[in-house]
């Protein structure tokens, strides 16, 4: 394996490491004995191990809870008594009971599920030996993304299987509120977090301080989910900055010699929850987070899910990542137990790490074959997927093409190389059952058959069934972007502006991820390295020239420009409807809840009229996104005044990204644009 | 020995001055021909070369007759491996002169991976060919001449004059490097001698820096290799006379040029100590003590240098500044000693100082104390200085350093002895659960009223228990005392076999003592790692002062250089990181080494843009000509 750095400092990894099939070894010993093994982590050498009632002390002690307590008190007219006692009350709810035992059962009953479930869990090794010895030497926050519940507690199985301190886990609460296991996943090392901290400074304080004080000791490693959120469509979320600055400020402060962040991608052949997802994207209620509903999920337990990759990356130093953008002298002349607002240099390079760090996983998930059938599936005309099928031969041939681009583009790809390609194939598409059939040399979109219906479907109720299909492969295609999207918005400019002028393009190419902010995650300040990356990925794959003042399609590369256009097709053509909307039909003021329903009417005219191509516009998850981006750009501004989280649309800023967008107005007058973080 | 010399006196204070003596000689032992009067003396006549060396005096005009020229202390002293794979220590100048120290090497070669087969050894022989011949201003040489004040060109005192003790001064001295040196070596008697000397300086244009005890780590001493003029060391080695002792006030007025343990030798033969006491005091002087704002210590109960200096005398460019009292403290403006405290020879040359003494105390104690881990040692600190019981000397040694300590350990000459020793260890470590690669020591001194320093001595221990510290004895704490005076010593051991060290300080707040213990020896071991050192490095810290607000915090650091081309030069960048490292912790640019030019890229930070055009202002003034030239400090 090498490492290389890029200019950032940050490594990225060839992928020739060893991945081991970790469910194996339990096909062939005793559960129960796995369970029950002996248990013989290194510990850190920092300092001696601390118990959960010992490190609630250290927390409800702690000189920055008291001072905090102080200014609530005064504030609220309260007593600090008072104050310190909703603090424990707070404490209380929040905290992790981790025990040896529980972690053992939980370990018996992950390895009788995941056996079930599918027919292995990877893990790389190399990166299991070097998160060891990291352990050792430092606090250790494991970054995991996230993508399904399964994410929950794999790492602590796997951890554990390995003689490696179980990790302490922020978690929602609305886990820790499910009865039984709530307090078995305590056990295993949850602590909880609410949803909405909002200004709740107290709870604020002690979550902090808790959070700090597990870093500080260091006896755990902790792990935390960067993007706050499960992702339901696959792909990254826009870290959440919170939890990221609590972790990261004992370094800031000194107060520890480093923290290693340990990211780590998890990649999922076929995700348990997919049909959940796709509605809860149309807008079909989620079922409420419960035990029962848990117990009922265990039908889910009957399908294979293929294979998982825990791909655990290479342990990045704090200290070596903040050189030069932290100043840590700024902390020398206040008790670093005051509270404060952090400053905005600790806000910049918390923000920058954060997003680092999504990168980091995005790069070292690894995608599957079927990653790359959803990709092109979702190129064809939709009634050839409904209707007539698509031809399997076709569909073969273009993703062995497909396979040569996204590996030149830097992507671990798990295509077993003993099998023959097309079995690769079949057994993908067999494996998604629930997404695509093949009948007779041709592959179709399942459509849910609902029985005993009462009344012919209506045409929207059609468009909804279908939608439900097309989001879930848009949701395995999503796992490709990481690699292909830096060129494909190249592409998307060459196309667009129809120019060849590198500033031009690269105008452009900061309008689109500015626009997509939300959807493809870039780290703030490295536009130009991204776009030095398309630009070079381009030419690596034969489909541009690039030259100093040039970048110019090639000859052959026109299958690989359009295919990447074709890949941000979608986006576009959902963001252009709700611009339109939004411009046009929408009124001036409006809020989330009227803005959601209003824009999947019209795409679902526009779909039923022809006019619109992509159901992506239909994901909730596209037109919150876009309102998200609207906002950073100012076109749109949320009004403080009301609780109902109303939106005042400038019409005339939307309308004019609609042009830009559309290619309407020249990239030259791009660069009025405002954009804040060139 | 050096208390028998002066004995003989009946009455109670000369009784309690010999044992006082007896117990500075524990450390500081020195040959019996001392002249032990204290003269009130007029300003003598310039003496001839053999005058100043038959007078007996602890540091001739000649300092190569009795000290190293490119290492650390006297001739006669220093350690050795010998065949049988023991240590000895040479000399018998100190407690540990003559004994054999069976632990040293196998710590040594187990430590840095050294082995005593792989030897680096010094140049023996000062080469004056070696030497760049003096560039001579004739006409302040001529005049110089006429003032009667000794002085020289000689190659090997001009050599002697050039350096301090930083690693970076004295390894290339080793290998027989020399670089720019002073081109004259005056030696003044007195202050008259001193004004003449900076007349002249003016007058002609020569550079002049200011030499004490030469025992600087700052690189103050280092010639600026910018300087054109002829430089000229004005070495006050000589100016070592205790001019007057105030009984009715307990002041003394001493020379500037008195060494630390010529003070305090003379002073107790009247009773009386300054309780002023350095690690370096064995060669530093009191003009560099005032010069770099040292500490000793002892300062829990006699003050760090600021707090025992009355009156000062220098002698700057444009005449010699002093006050006009000894009133104890003034409201007169900013107190003008403290332009001179701290300015390290760029301002001028202290000459005489009236400075408290105390009478020499009735009794001392060291003691020890073990804690299960350094955090705890660390916070029974912070209680004593929050009850402000603070004994003469407190310091925490780290788990590295109470192991270096302990390899210091003479032979035990009965069994029964050694039986003791593994009978404390198995009480520390198996009964009472102390991890032996955790644990840590305190060491202590009291001092005082025989029947105060018991009480006091429980206090301390009754708090030290709050915090697991279990009392491990007087032998232990007097052993860490020892290992600072022979540390120096022990360094050149190591440059014998490829390991470099150096120490350095620093003052921080209590609340990051820890933080900077801890993030400086591990910022040590990743720059070493990084650099390419082979050997992982020795990386060790003691807590050595505590003050109300924060603590003083002394590192060392050594490593094997074996396999590195520029081992001066790693070093360098990992010393340069490491202080980096203490200011982002919050910690000072020092706490008592002072700047010099080793640290003086990191000044404007410490005080700030208006605080530099403050202090160069004053320099301005003073000497607008930089006649004190060895650009210390901005």
């Known amino acids: 394996m090498t490492h290389t750095y890029t200019a950032s400092g940050r490594a990225r990894m060839d992928h020739e490491e060893e991945f081991v099939d970790i469910l194996e070894e339990r096909r062939r010993s005793c559960d129960l004995g796995h369970a029950l093994r002996t248990f013989k982590p290194h510990p850190y050498q920092g300092g001696p191990p601390c118990s959960t009632a010992e490190l609630n002390k250290a927390v409800l002690e702690s000189q920055y809870l008291r001072y905090v307590a102080k200014e609530i008190a005064m504030e609220t007219g309260s007593s600090v008594v008072k104050v310190r006692e909703e603090a424990r009350r707070l404490l209380e709810e929040m905290s992790h009971n981790l025990q040896l035992s529980s972690i053992r059962l939980m370990g018996y009953t992950f390895t009788k599920v995941a056996k079930r479930l599918f027919s292995s869990i990877y893990v790389n090794m190399e990166g299991l030996s070097t998160l060891q010895k990291a352990i050792q030497e430092t606090p250790v926050i494991l970054m995991p993304n996230h993508k399904s519940y399964v994410d929950f507690l794999v790492i602590s199985y796997i951890l554990f299987t390995y003689d490696i301190p179980v990790p302490v886990i922020a978690s929602g609460i609305h886990l820790a509120g499910l009865k039984m296991v709530g307090e078995i996943l305590r056990r295993s090392g949850a602590f909880s977090i609410r949803r909405a901290i909002g200004s709740d400074k107290l709870y604020w304080a002690v979550l902090s301080e808790y959070v700090k004080t597990i870093v500080r000791k260091g006896f755990a490693p902790m792990e935390f989910y960067v993007e706050g959120l499960r992702s339901r469509t696959l792909k990254s979320l826009m870290p959440k900055l919170g939890m990221m600055h609590m972790v990261l400020e004992p370094y800031f402060k000194s107060e520890v010699f480093d923290i290693t962040l340990v990211p780590i991608s998890i990649s999922y052949d076929r995700l348990l929850e997919e049909s959940l997802l796709a509605n809860e994207l149309l807008g079909v209620p989620k079922p409420k987070e419960t035990t029962t509903g848990l117990l009922k999920s265990t039908k889910i337990l009957q399908e294979d899910y293929g294979s998982m990759h825990v791909n655990f990356g290479r342990p990045m130093s704090v200290r070596q990542m903040c050189e030069g953008k932290i100043n840590r002298c700024q902390y020398n002349l206040t008790p670093r137990d005051l509270p404060q607002k952090p400053t905005a240099e600790a806000q910049a390079c918390v923000s920058w790490l954060a997003h680092l760090m999504v990168r980091v996983q995005d790069e070292g998930s690894v995608i599957s074959p079927w990653t790359l059938m959803a990709c092109l599936l979702l190129q064809a005309p939709i009634t050839a997927l409904t209707e007539e099928g698509l031809l399997w031969h076709q569909l073969t041939g273009k993703t062995l093409w497909l396979r040569k681009l996204v590996l030149d583009c830097g992507a671990r790809l798990n295509w077993p190389a003993q099998t023959p390609d097309s079995d690769v194939m079949s057994s993908a598409v067999a494996l998604h059952c629930s997404v695509v059939h093949r009948k007779a040399g041709r592959v179709y979109l399942v459509q849910e058959e609902e029985p005993a219906r009462r009344h012919p479907i209506s045409p929207r109720e059609s468009v909804m069934r279908t939608a439900s299909g097309v989001l879930m492969l848009a949701s395995y295609r999503n796992q490709s972007l990481p690699f292909f999207v830096r060129p494909a918005l190249l592409a998307t400019a060459l196309h667009i502006t129809q120019s060849t002028q590198r500033d031009e393009l690269f105008a452009f190419f900061c309008f689109l991820q500015e626009l997509f902010s939300y959807e493809f995650i870039s780290i703030p300040g490295e536009l130009s390295q991204d776009f030095e990356e398309a630009?070079?990925?381009?030419?690596?794959?034969?489909?541009?020239?690039?030259?100093?003042?040039?970048?110019?399609?090639?000859?052959?590369?026109?299958?690989?420009?359009?295919?990447?256009?074709?890949?941000?097709?979608?986006?576009?053509?959902?963001?252009?409807?709700?611009?339109?909307?939004?411009?046009?039909?929408?009124?001036?003021?409006?809020?989330?809840?009227?803005?959601?329903?209003?824009?999947?009417?019209?795409?679902?005219?526009?779909?039923?009229?022809?006019?619109?191509?992509?159901?992506?516009?239909?994901?909730?998850?596209?037109?919150?996104?876009?309102?998200?981006?609207?906002?950073?750009?100012?076109?749109?501004?949320?009004?403080?005044?009301?609780?109902?989280?109303?939106?005042?649309?400038?019409?005339?800023?939307?309308?004019?990204?609609?042009?830009?967008?559309?290619?309407?107005?020249?990239?030259?007058?791009?660069?009025?644009?405002?954009?804040?973080?060139? | 020995m050096a208390a028998n010399g002066s004995g003989g006196g009946g009455s109670d204070r000369q009784r309690v001055a010999q044992q006082r003596l007896r117990i500075i000689a524990g450390h500081l032992r020195r040959p019996a021909d001392d002249d032990s009067d204290v003269r009130a003396a007029e300003c003598k006549a310039p003496q001839s070369e053999s005058d100043a060396s038959a007078e007996g005096k602890t540091v001739p005009r000649r300092r190569q007759e009795i000290m190293k020229w490119n290492g650390w202390g006297y001739n006669d002293t220093r350690f050795l491996f010998n065949k049988k794979g023991q240590t000895e220590f040479t000399g018998k100048r100190y407690r540990l002169s003559g004994m054999i120290l069976p632990g040293l090497q196998d710590w040594f070669e187990n430590t840095f991976g050294a082995s005593v087969h792989h030897k680096s050894p010094a140049t023996t022989i000062l080469n004056s060919s070696a030497v760049q011949p003096p560039t001579l201003n004739e006409a302040f040489v001529e005049e110089l001449k006429s003032t009667g004040v000794p002085f020289s060109h000689d190659a090997e005192d001009r050599v002697f004059r050039a350096n301090g003790h930083c690693l970076h001064e004295i390894f290339p001295l080793r290998e027989g490097k020399i670089g720019r040196v002073p081109d004259t070596v005056v030696w003044p008697n007195c202050h008259n001698d001193v004004v003449k000397i900076v007349e002249l300086a003016c007058k002609h244009n020569v550079c002049l820096i200011p030499f004490g005890g030469g025992t600087s780590v700052s690189?103050?001493?280092?010639?600026?290799?910018e300087e054109t003029r002829s430089i000229v060391s004005l070495d006050t080695s000589q100016m070592n006379r205790i001019l007057w002792i105030d009984e009715k006030n307990l002041t003394a007025h001493v020379e500037a040029g008195i060494i630390g343990q010529d003070l305090e030798r003379l002073l107790n033969e009247s009773g009386y100590c300054t309780g002023h006491e350095p690690d370096s005091m064995e060669f530093s002087s009191l003009g560099g003590w005032v010069a770099t704002r040292a500490s000793g210590m002892k300062k829990n109960i006699y003050g760090n240098i600021e707090d025992l200096v009355v009156h000062l005398k220098m002698v700057t460019p444009q005449g010699v500044i002093e006050k006009s009292c000894q009133g104890p403290r003034m409201s007169t403006g900013p107190d003008i000693h403290h332009f001179i405290l701290g300015s390290e020879g760029t301002l001028g040359v202290v000459t005489e100082v009236t400075m408290k003494i105390r009478p020499v105390p009735e009794y001392q104690k060291y003691g020890s104390v073990v804690f299960p881990d350094f955090e705890q040692g660390v916070a029974c600190l912070r209680e004593v200085a929050r009850q402000r019981c603070a004994p003469a000397s407190i310091r925490l040694m780290d788990n590295k350093q109470f192991q270096f300590g302990h390899a210091l350990k003479p032979q035990v000459s009965s069994i029964f002895t050694s039986f003791l020793d593994g009978l404390k260890k198995f009480y520390i470590t198996k009964f009472k659960g102390f991890d032996p690669n955790r644990l840590c020591v305190a060491t202590l001194l009291f001092e005082g009223d025989?029947?105060?320093?018991?009480?006091?001595?429980?206090?301390?221990?009754?708090?030290?228990?709050?915090?697991?510290?279990?009392?491990?004895?007087?032998?232990?704490?007097?052993?860490?005392?020892?290992?600072?005076?022979?540390?120096?010593?022990?360094?050149?051991?190591?440059?014998?076999?490829?390991?470099?060290?150096?120490?350095?300080?620093?003052?921080?707040?209590?609340?990051?003592?820890?933080?900077?213990?801890?993030?400086?020896?591990?910022?040590?071991?990743?720059?070493?790692?990084?650099?390419?050192?082979?050997?992982?490095?020795?990386?060790?810290c003691r807590v050595t002062q505590t003050y109300d607000a924060g603590a003083c915090v002394y590192f060392y650091f050594a490593f094997n250089y074996r396999g590195l081309s520029d081992p001066i030069h790693v070093f360098e960048q990992v010393e340069h990181a490491a202080r980096e490292e203490i200011l982002a912790n919050g910690g000072s640019l020092s706490h008592h080494h002072g700047v010099g030019k080793l640290r003086k890229q990191w000044m404007r930070d410490t005080v700030s843009n208006v605080g530099i055009g403050m202090l160069k202002s004053v320099k301005d003034y003073l000497d607008p000509n930089n006649i004190f030239g060895n650009r210390n400090l901005y």
């Not at chain 1, 039909?585 to 679902?604: C, H, I, M, S, Y």
């Not at chain 2, 690189?219 to 290799?225: H, T």
């Open chain 1, 535 to 678: 630009c070079s990925l381009l030419k690596k794959c034969g489909a541009a020239h690039i030259s100093q003042q040039e970048v110019t399609p090639s000859e052959g590369g026109m299958e690989t420009l359009s295919f990447l256009q074709a890949l941000i097709q979608p986006f576009i053509d959902s963001y252009q409807v709700m611009l339109r909307y939004l411009s046009e039909e929408g009124d001036q003021v409006l809020t989330e809840k009227q803005f959601l329903p209003a824009v999947r009417n019209l795409a679902t005219r526009l779909i039923l009229s022809g006019e619109l191509d992509t159901y992506e516009a239909l994901s909730s998850d596209t037109q919150k996104n876009l309102l998200l981006a609207l906002r950073r750009l100012e076109a749109v501004t949320k009004s403080r005044a009301s609780e109902e989280n109303e939106f005042n649309v400038n019409k005339a800023a939307v309308r004019s990204i609609g042009d830009v967008l559309s290619g309407k107005i020249p990239p030259q007058m791009l660069q009025t644009t405002p954009d804040a973080r060139l």
């Open chain 2, 219 to 225: 690189s103050a001493l280092e010639c600026p290799p």
């Open chain 2, 450 to 540: 025989r029947e105060k320093v018991l009480q006091h001595e429980k206090q301390v221990y009754d708090i030290a228990a709050k915090f697991g510290g279990l009392a491990a004895g007087e032998d232990n704490g007097q052993r860490g005392y020892m290992l600072t005076f022979v540390i120096a010593y022990l360094r050149d051991l190591g440059l014998d076999y490829y390991v470099i060290a150096e120490s350095f300080e620093t003052s921080v707040p209590w609340d990051r003592v820890l933080d900077v213990c801890r993030n400086v020896k591990a910022r040590i071991v990743r720059e070493c790692k990084e650099k390419g050192v082979q050997f992982s490095p020795l990386s060790t």
